[in-house]
């Protein structure tokens, strides 16, 4: 769990909560949760898909209020020299308040593959699609080198 404010003249509180489990040989169960609270954030530093790790809504959504969940389970499908080479299925919900001053509830399913290197915790290329299943949308993200 971590709590930590920006340094800038606003401040912005976020918590998070990361759980891995192995389930059995090279399947393990995931599951992270954030809130993050802004106050007196400007439309600048409006957080979006990433920062509440998940990808339900549109790439231009931005809130200074909400919180999202992503869980699922991950499988090591694939084992080389290089590295690894996983495949996930996921389930997320998220939270944010929208400009209209509304919380809006998202949720969804998606699935994707990462690769991690050897000897490194942190994928070092992902690609994922989620079905919104709220807005009936998809969304798809594609990230090489370390995503925070």
């Known amino acids: 769990i971590c709590i930590y404010t ?16 192995p389930v ?3 399947l393990r169960f995931f599951f992270s949760g954030t809130g993050i609270y802004g ?5 600048s530093a409006f957080i979006g898909n990433s920062a509440l790790g998940v990808r339900l809504f549109p790439k231009d959504f931005g809130s200074k209020i909400g919180g999202g969940i992503n869980t699922g389970f991950e499988y090591a499908a694939f084992k080389t020299k290089m590295g690894i080479f996983s495949l996930y299925g996921c389930y997320q919900v998220a939270v944010a308040k929208d400009f209209d001053r509304e919380y809006k509830l998202n949720q969804g399913v998606g699935g994707g593959m990462q690769m991690y290197l050897k ?3 942190i994928p070092a290329m992902s690609f994922g699609v989620v079905y919104n299943t709220t807005k009936k949308t998809f969304a798809s993200s594609f990230s090489i080198g370390m995503n925070f």
Not at 12 to 20: A, D, M, N, S
Not at 39 to 43: A, E
């Open 24 to 26: 059995i040989d090279d």
């Open 39 to 43: 106050l007196f954030v400007p439309y």
């Open 6 to 21: 920006d340094h800038y003249i606003w401040h912005r509180f976020t918590t998070r909560i990361v759980f891995q489990q």
């Open 119 to 121: 000897q490194l915790a």
